[in-house]
């Protein structure tokens, strides 16, 4: 993710599917990730507001479900969305991750 804000790139579709675990022998992990599918990704160079739905909504920011602008920080929440499918093995808007954050209050 880093790469690609610096190259001021939006990818809005970050989720498990759009992520390939590669073998890699010379890290240390032996693994890195790559992230596919570019098909609604925006240039923010190019149009650096971006407005419209796009992706599915459980990996998606709120923001981007509504009426108002965005821009590559949106990828941030798919991120944590991702994050949060490792952790747990359920999708973020599922009843078993709602129960398990409510169980934390």
Request: net charge negative; with cysteine; proline share 7%.
């Amino acid at each position: 993710m880093n790469t690609l804000h610096a190259l001021k790139i939006c990818h809005r579709d970050l989720k498990p599917d759009n992520i390939l675990l590669r073998p890699d022998p010379s890290r240390p992990s032996g693994y890195y990730l790559t992230v596919i599918d570019f098909n609604v990704s925006v240039d923010m160079n190019e149009s650096p507001v971006i407005s419209g739905a796009t992706g599915i909504k459980a990996w998606s920011a709120p923001e981007t479900r509504s009426e108002t602008s965005y821009n590559e920080i949106s990828d941030c929440y798919s991120l944590g969305c991702l994050l949060l499918y490792l952790m747990t093995g359920s999708q973020p808007d599922s009843e078993d991750v709602k129960t398990r954050l409510d169980s934390l209050e």
